[in-house]
C-alpha cells in the first residue's frame, strides 16, 4: 500500500537514462554558459530527453505514440532535471499535455484537436506550453488580460481571435504551440502567430517570456477552465519532485566541498556547527522524497491535498538548501563562476511559480477545514 | 514440523494453535506461554525460544491473527525494554542457559526489565560511565550511581553496563551484567521532573553482589554489547505508520477548529506550517516502513525521532500562545509515577513541558544530528583527544 | 539622546541593592520549596523589597511617600526581579499604582481615594493589583463579567455593588486592595470582601487566582476605563524588562555549565553547534536590552510602538533562552530539583501575559500602519 | 597654538580656518590639502599627521561644521578601506617617512588604497595564507593570488600580507607590506558575483618586487600588524543609529502599504515580526552608538553585523514571497562594475541575491558567532592542530 512512496525498478531505469545524458550533455558549465547567449533553452537536450528517452509523450497514451506513463514516472524526470538545472521545457510541456489530455475527455468536439496535438507532441514535432504566468496557483481563479472574439463562445470546435497579453510564461521560447486560457474558454495557437518576447528572468535556467495576442487567430480547445486546474495541479506535483532532486544536488556538492575544504588546519565539515546544519537539511530533505513521491501517487482530493503539502515543503527544502550551498562554500558560492547561484535562482523562483508556500497553505486550510478566522 | 513457505502457512499453523488454545478458556498468563512455546510469541527468533526463525516482516501477520481470535496480548509497552532492548541483547549474547531463564518470562510479561546505562555523569558519552565492578571470587561487587531508568521501581531484572577496568581508554574497560533488582544494595528513588511527575528513577548500587553467570559477554567486552542494545532502540524508535493528524497536531487542529473564538489569524500560516511540517513527518515514517518491509533500512530512525521531538516542541509551544488565559494554568503539579506518557489527555501545560523531554531523552537531538552528520553525510569527526586515555586519567 | 538606552548610575545602584536582596532571600531553591506551600508568594520577600528598598512605592511621587521615579528604574528592577524568578507581587503592585496614578489625573472628585492609596502603598502598607486576567493584553477592549449596581454609575464618588468573576488574576493572593474593572469603570474593593482562590498555574512563581464577588461593595475609582489600557500599558514595557533579566540569567547559567560539563573528553561548551546557538541567543538578549531600555524610557504614541515592539522581541528571547537552558543542561535540566523548569514556565507564561507576541505584532500593525489586508 | 578645551574653541578654530579658506573660492583638493595641514582632517589623529591629537568624539562636530560651510568632503566611501584600514594600520606601524608619504594623499583621496588579505584558501583562516615574498637584496620578490578585493581596479596602493617564512607555525612567518599596485606584475581581474555585476576583484602577483621601505613592521610580524588592520575594520562595520525603517525594511514596508493587491494576509504576521526584528536592530545599534560616546566600547560590533545579514537576508527572501510574479523577473545581468552596492535602487532580486554575501563578506556568519562566543562568552576554543605545526606541512 505505502509502496507508492517508494521508487519502482522501471522508475530507477528511467532516472539512469535521464542522469546519464544530463551528465554527457549538461554539465553545469555549459548550463551557465547558455545563460547568456539568445538561446537559452536547449533544444538538442531537448530533443534527447523528449524523444530520445521519451520524456515528452510520458503521459500520453500508448496508442497516441506517448510512453502512457504517469505522473510517477514524470516526477523522477524532474528530480533528475532539477539536480541539473537543465534548460529544457519540460515542466511546461507536461502540463500542456496534461491539459490536453483533460480536453481530450470534456468531449464537447474538441477531442480531435487534443488528440492530433498530443500525437505530435509524444513524436517530438510539437513543443507545447500552457500562456499562464508561471506564478499561478493551481487554485487560482484566473482571468486575464486577453479577449476573445466571438464572445461568447459556441460549443462546437471553432476559429476565434485573441487579442491582449499573457505575462512571465515558462517555456514560451522553444514552444511551437501555445495553449491559451482566456475569458474562461481554452485555446489553441500557432506560437509563430504571437509575439514571443524573452524577460530577464531571475532563474536563468528557465527564462520567462510575455506573450502578445493582436487579433491572432486561434482555435476553441476547451469551453471551460477544469483543464487549466488540472494541469496546474500536475505541474505543481512534479515540480515539488524537480525541487526536491535540486535540493539533493546542492546538499550533495556541499557536503562534498566541506569534506575538502580546509580552515584552521581542519574539514570545515568537522565543526559542529556546520555538521548540524547540513544533518538537519538531510532530515527536510528525506521528508521531501516521501511529500513528493505521495504527490506524484495521490488522486482526486487527497492530490489536491498531497501536492499543496508537497509545494510548501519542497519550496522551503530546496530554497534552504540553496541558501546553505552558498554560505557553505564561502566566497567562491558568491561568485558566477560557481553553480550555487543557478541553484538559489532556481530554487527561489521554484519557490513562488505555480503559488507560493503561503498560497498553498491557504488552499491546505480549505481542503482540510482549518479556516483562518 | 511442516516448513512455513507461504504466509497461508503460517496462518494455518497459528489456526490449528487457536484451535487447542482458546484464549476464553485459558489463563492470560497460560496463553501466553503456550503461544511462546509453540513458537508463535516473535517469528523471527529461533525455535525453541519463542520462534520459528522468520523473517521479521511476517510478525503482523501473526499479531493480527491474534488479535481477530481476541487472545490477551503481553502489554508490549509495559514491557517495552525488555522486548526492544533486554531481549536482543540476551539473544545476541547470552549462553544457552542465560537465553533458557529469562527470555520466556520477558515475553510472556512475568518479569519486566530495565535498563542501567545512563548515570549523572555520563550521558550522551555513555563510555564515560563510572560504575565500578570489582571481582571477588564467582561473584561481582558493584557500586554506583545510574539515572534515567524507566520501569526501575516495577522490574525485576535490569541489563547493567559497569566499569571493570579504569586503566584503560574507556570503551576497553566496560562489562555488561544482569542485575537481579531485589539484591541487597540495589535503591530505587523517584526522579521527579518537570511535570511534576516522574516517570523515571534513579537507580543506587552500595556493594551490589552479582554472581559471574549473570554476565552478558565477555569482561571488557561491554561496550560491544551495549551498541546492540543501543542499536536496537534506535529501530524500535523509528518508523511505523500512523493516520493523519495523529498524536499533538491533531490535538492543535481539534482546538482551532471546535474554538472559533481562538482563532488568531495572524497565527493561521504558522498553524499551517506545522500542519504541513507534521504530515510531512509521518508521510517520511510511512516511506521508512514502506521501506524496512521491502529489505531496504536506511538510517532514517534517527531523523524520524528528531523530527518528533522538534515538532513536538514547537506544535505544543503554538498551542500554549493560541490558548491565551487558559494556558497560563495547569492541571496538577502533583508528583505521580505514570507508567506512560500520555500528551493528549493531559493539559496542554503539560504537552509543552513533557515535548521538552524529547528532544533529550533516548539520545539527544545534538548526538542525533551528530549520527546523521556522520553516518549517512560521512562527514569527519570531532577531533577526539579521549580514545587512547586511561579512563581514570578522563577530563571531568 | 540616546543615552535613555544606557542604564544610569543610580539605577546601577538600585540593581545592586535589588540584587543583594534576592541572592540572600531569594536562592532558586528555596523559591522552588516555596511553589508547593499554602503561601507561594513570599510577604518577607515583598517586604524587605518593597518598603525596604522601595520598590513598592517607586512610582509614587516623593509628597505621597514614594521614591518619585520613573518606569525605567522599575524596569530595573524587574530584570532582577527575572533574574532570580522572584516570587513578589512587583508587577501587580506596579500595574495598580500606575493606574491610580492615572485615576488621580482624571478629576472626577475620585483623587482623594487614590491618593490614599497611594499613599498606603508607598508606606508598604497596602498592595493592591487590578483584577484582570493577567492575559490581557493593553489595547483589549475589555468586558468582563462583573456587573455593578447602580448602573450607569454617577460621576461623583459613590459606594457601589460588584458581582460576578474574574480568573486568572495575577498577584490576588497577597494584596489588600483589588482595583476592578467593570463595565466601563473602575472600582476599589477590600481583598478581604472578595473571595480569592488560587488556581493551579503554569508559572509557579507567580500563582494565579479566580477572585469571585458577590454583592461586594465598591467605591467608585474612576469612570472610563483610560486609566487601566495605561497601567497595561506601562506593565507591558515593565514585564519586557523582567523577561530581559531572565533570559540574561538563562544564559549566565547555561554558558557556566558548558564551560564545565565534560562529554567524550571535552568541555560540551566547545563543540561549535552549541556554540553558535549561544552566541545567537546573546545577540538575541543585547537587542533585548536595546528594546527593554526604550520601551521604559518612550512616551506617547512612541510608547505604544516600543512596548508593542518590546513585548513581541522579549517575549521570544525569554522562551527561546530559557529552552535552550533546558535542552543545554540535558537530563539534569528536565528534573524538577533544577531551576530550569522555573526559567521555563516563566518565561512560557510570561510570553502570554498582557497580550501574546502575535497579539502585540497585530497592535504594532496599527500603529505604524501595516495594515493585515 | 592654543590647546581647545572646549568644543566652544574647536569650533572657533574651524571658524578661523573657513574665515581664510573659502570653500567656494578654492579648489576641492587645496581645500581638503589645507583642512589636513590645519589638523582638522582626523581630529584624533596627531597634529602634523591632519589632526590634533583630540579625543575621538570630537570629530562629529567638525563634520558638522564643515558641512554647514557647505565645504567638499573626501568621498569618504570611495576611500573607505583607506580611511577605516589602511591608515590606522600605517599610523601605528609606520615610519615617520611612511606616515607622511602616505596619510595626506589617503585622507585627501588623491590616491585609493585597497586591501590584499584573502586568497582562495584563506578565508576565514587569514592566517594559512600562501603568497610569498622572498628577500632580494632591498627589495621582496612577490608571487600568488588575492582575491576579493574592492577597489583594486582604481587603487594606486594595497595593503598586504605575505607569506615570509613556510618552516616555522603560519602565525609567526607573515610580513605585512604596502604594494604600489602600479608595480609591474600586478594583474587585476574583475571578480564576478552572483548578481551579475563585479564589485570585487581578483589580483595576481607575478614576482612584483617591492622594496622593504614598504614594510610595515618587523619581518615575521605580518599577523599582528594584520590583527590592527582587522580590528579597526570591525569597529568601522559596527554602530551607527539610523532612522526607523532604514534600509531594506523600509522598502519591504512600502512595498505593503503601496500595493493593497500584494497584502497577502498570511504574510502580515512575517511582515511584522522582521519589522520588529529590524526595529531592535536599530535600537541595539543606537545604544552601541551610545555606549561608544560614553566610553564603554562592547563587543556588539560583531553582533550588529551578523544581524545586520541574517535580516537583509529574509527580509528580500520575504519580498520575493510577496511580489510572486515580479519577483519571477530580474533587471539586468549585464557584468558592470559598481563602487558601492545599491540595495534599495535596484531589483527585489538583486536584493535578495546581493544580501547573500552579507554573510561572506568581511566575516563570515559563523565566524562572528565564533568571536561572540569564545570572547564574549568565553567558551572555550576549538581543539587546534595547526597552532604548532610548520605552516608548509598544514593539511589544505
Not at chain 1, 513543443?127 to 486575464?144: E, H, L, N, Q
Amino acid at each position: 500500500m505505502s509502496d507508492e512512496l517508494l521508487y519502482s525498478e522501471t522508475e530507477e531505469e528511467l532516472r539512469a537514462a535521464v542522469a546519464d545524458l544530463l551528465a554527457d550533455r549538461a554539465p553545469w558549465a555549459s548550463v551557465l554558459a547558455r545563460t547568456e547567449t539568445a538561446e537559452p533553452y536547449d533544444p538538442e537536450l531537448w530533443k534527447a530527453l523528449g524523444t530520445g528517452i521519451g520524456a515528452a509523450g510520458l503521459l500520453i497514451p500508448e496508442d497516441l505514440g506517448g510512453a502512457g506513463a504517469s505522473l510517477r514516472e514524470a516526477a523522477v524526470v524532474a528530480e533528475e532535471l532539477g539536480k541539473a538545472v537543465a534548460p529544457v521545457p519540460f515542466l511546461g510541456n507536461l502540463m500542456a499535455t496534461e491539459l490536453l489530455l483533460a480536453a481530450r475527455e470534456t468531449g464537447n468536439g474538441t477531442a480531435a484537436i487534443a488528440e492530433d496535438l498530443l500525437r505530435r507532441i509524444a513524436s517530438g514535432e510539437t513543443t507545447a506550453v500552457i500562456a499562464i504566468p508561471f506564478s499561478r496557483s493551481p487554485d487560482t481563479t484566473y482571468k486575464g488580460r486577453v479577449s476573445v472574439t466571438p464572445w461568447p463562445p459556441r460549443e462546437d470546435p471553432h476559429e476565434a481571435r485573441l487579442t491582449g497579453r499573457v505575462t512571465s510564461v515558462a517555456g514560451a521560447q522553444p514552444a511551437d504551440v501555445l495553449l491559451v486560457p482566456s475569458d474562461g474558454s481554452i485555446y489553441v495557437v500557432q506560437a509563430s502567430d504571437a509575439q514571443i518576447t524573452p524577460v530577464t528572468t531571475l532563474d536563468m535556467t528557465r527564462v520567462l517570456s510575455d506573450v502578445e495576442f493582436d487579433d491572432t487567430p486561434a482555435q476553441l480547445l476547451a469551453i471551460r477552465y477544469e483543464p487549466l486546474s488540472k494541469a496546474l495541479l500536475a505541474g505543481a506535483a512534479v515540480l515539488a519532485s524537480e525541487q526536491l532532486g535540486l535540493a539533493e544536488q546542492c546538499l550533495k556538492t556541499t557536503v562534498e566541498y566541506v569534506k575538502t575544504r580546509h580552515q584552521f588546519g581542519r574539514a570545515i565539515g568537522s565543526y559542529q556547527g556546520l555538521k548540524h546544519r547540513l544533518a538537519q537539511l538531510w532530515v527536510q530533505i528525506a521528508q521531501a522524497r516521501a511529500v513528493a513521491r505521495y504527490a506524484a501517487s495521490a488522486t482526486g482530493k487527497e492530490q489536491e491535498i498531497a501536492v499543496a503539502v508537497a509545494q510548501v515543503h519542497c519550496s522551503a527544502v530546496a530554497v534552504q538548501a540553496a541558501e546553505e550551498c552558498v554560505q557553505m562554500h564561502g566566497g567562491i558560492g558568491f561568485t558566477w563562476e560557481h553553480p550555487a547561484h543557478l541553484y538559489l535562482k532556481r530554487a527561489k523562483s521554484a519557490s513562488i511559480a505555480l503559488g507560493s508556500p503561503a498560497r498553498h497553505r491557504r488552499r491546505l486550510a480549505e481542503l482540510v477545514e482549518l479556516p483562518a478566522g | 514440523m511442516q516448513p512455513l513457505n507461504t504466509q497461508h502457512d503460517l496462518e494455518n499453523r497459528i489456526h490449528d494453535f487457536l484451535a487447542t488454545h482458546d484464549p476464553g478458556a485459558t489463563s492470560k498468563l497460560d496463553f501466553l506461554r503456550a503461544r511462546f512455546d509453540a513458537g508463535l510469541a516473535w517469528l523471527h527468533y529461533p525455535p525453541g525460544l519463542g520462534g520459528l526463525g522468520l523473517p521479521r516482516d511476517q510478525q503482523p501477520i501473526a499479531e493480527k491473527a491474534f488479535a481477530a481470535a481476541g487472545a490477551p496480548d503481553n502489554e508490549p509497552r509495559r514491557i517495552g525494554i525488555g522486548l526492544g532492548m533486554a531481549a536482543p541483547t540476551i539473544l545476541g549474547f547470552g549462553s544457552e542457559e542465560q537465553k533458557q531463564r529469562w527470555l520466556r518470562p520477558l515475553w510472556c510479561g512475568e518479569e519486566v526489565w530495565c535498563q542501567l546505562f545512563s548515570e549523572p555523569g555520563a550521558g550522551s558519552d555513555l563510555a564515560a560511565l563510572a560504575t565500578r565492578a570489582v571481582r571477588d571470587g564467582d561473584d561481582w561487587i558493584v557500586s554506583g550511581q545510574k539515572v534515567w531508568t524507566s520501569m526501575a521501581h516495577e522490574a525485576r531484572w535490569a541489563i547493567l553496563v559497569t566499569r571493570t577496568d579504569p586503566d584503560v581508554p574507556k570503551h576497553q574497560g566496560m562489562t555488561y551484567f544482569v542485575l537481579d533488582m531485589t539484591a541487597p544494595g540495589v535503591e530505587v528513588r523517584p526522579l521527579r521532573q518537570m511535570t511534576g511527575e516522574a516517570e523515571f528513577n534513579e537507580v543506587f548500587l552500595t556493594d551490589v553482589r552479582i554472581p559471574d553467570s549473570q554476565r552478558l559477554g565477555a569482561v571488557g567486552e561491554g561496550w560491544k554489547v551495549a551498541q546492540t542494545t543501543l542499536m536496537n532502540e534506535r529501530v524500535a524508535i523509528g518508523g511505523g505508520a500512523s493516520p493523519r493528524e495523529s498524536g499533538m497536531i491533531g490535538v492543535l487542529a481539534q482546538s482551532w477548529r471546535d474554538n472559533e473564538k481562538l482563532r488568531d489569524p495572524s497565527l493561521h500560516d504558522r498553524l499551517l506550517t506545522l500542519w504541513v511540517a507534521a504530515e510531512a513527518a509521518r508521510l517520511t515514517a510511512q516511506r521508512l516502513s514502506a521501506q524496512l518491509a521491502a529489505g531496504q533500512p536506511g538510517p532514517e530512525g534517527s531523523a524520524a525521532k528528531y523530527a518528533f521531538a522538534t515538532l513536538n516542541q514547537q506544535i505544543s509551544g503554538l498551542e500554549l500562545e493560541l490558548l491565551g488565559e487558559e494556558a497560563l494554568r495547569y492541571d496538577e503539579w502533583t508528583m505521580r509515577r505514570p507508567d506512560t506518557v500520555d500528551f493528549v489527555g493531559r493539559s496542554p501545560g503539560y504537552r509543552y513541558l513533557r515535548a521538552k523531554g524529547n528532544s533529550i531523552e533516548g539520545g539527544t537531538s545534538e548526538i542525533l544530528l551528530n549520527i546523521i552528520a556522520e553516518r549517512v553525510l560521512g562527514l569527519p569527526g570531532e577531533i577526539r583527544t579521549d580514545k587512547d586515555v586511561a579512563w581514570k586519567d578522563l577530563p571531568r
